[in-house]
């Protein structure tokens, strides 16, 4: 266990659908971070929020939206999704991101499958 | 952009047996991070590298740090099944925050 909670562990949706995906921290840490991680493909960066201000769109569509309440709760929202945003979507914390050694804490993950 | 390659991707090697995973990446950095990964389960941080000439063991897994030849390598020593997952290396650059992942090494260690 990491302290960074994920839920759900697994979703299907259909195309139309709009779904959400929650992460929680329970590490006191000031940065959260949605990461993709597709087959084959290396970790892709999302978004980064620091003190719940997002500071980080990797140039990411707009079907995806998050949203940060607070410094220990992350959330994506999903809608209109196509069938290659099919990916495990990891979240992850970490204590700043000023100091030069911000070691991710992660979750373990929401699969998600668009069909 | 910056780029991270690692290789090899897979590697499936005996019990008791050596071998190295290297990490190599395109700009300067002087932040390198290596990750393990099992299967359904979160990335777990192994090391932190932050200087040139660095070096970081942990039980029989070393990681060492070459900024000049932008290299990182992760040595494995007598390798065990317990071993058997995905490593990441990541490389801090430009913002702070901004980790370039590599593809991942699958290691199967086998019997």
């Known amino acids: 266990e990491t302290g960074v909670t994920q839920t759900p562990r697994h979703l299907v949706m259909g195309m139309t659908n709009k779904k959400s995906l929650k992460c929680e921290q329970h590490l006191g840490h000031n940065a959260m971070y949605w990461y993709k991680q597709s087959a084959k493909k290396p970790l892709e960066l999302m978004f980064v929020y620091n003190f719940k201000e997002q500071t980080e769109n990797n140039s990411v569509p707009s079907r995806f939206s998050p949203e940060c309440p607070n410094s220990s709760h992350l959330f994506l929202h999903l809608h209109t999704l196509q069938p290659e945003d099919s990916a495990l979507y990891l979240c992850?914390?970490?204590?700043?991101?000023?100091?030069?050694?911000?070691?991710?804490?992660f979750g373990s993950g929401t699969q998600l499958s668009v069909l | 952009e910056l780029k991270v390659e690692q290789n090899p991707l897979f590697l499936s090697m005996q019990e008791g047996k050596n071998y190295t995973i290297y990490c190599n990446y395109s700009t300067t950095s002087d932040r390198l991070y290596w990750y393990r990964q099992d299967p359904g389960k979160s990335l777990e941080s192994l090391f932190v590298l932050l200087s040139n000439g660095a070096v970081k063991q942990e039980g029989r897994l070393m990681a060492s740090l070459d900024t000049k030849a932008r290299l990182s390598t992760l040595h494995i020593t007598a390798a065990v099944h317990d071993l058997s997952a995905t490593y990441f290396c990541?490389?801090?650059?430009?913002?702070?925050?901004?980790?370039?992942f590599g593809k991942g090494t699958l290691l199967t260690v086998n019997p």
């Open positions: 992850a914390s970490s204590q700043e991101f000023t100091g030069g050694n911000e070691k991710l804490f």
């Open positions: 990541a490389v801090g650059g430009g913002s702070n925050y901004k980790l370039t």
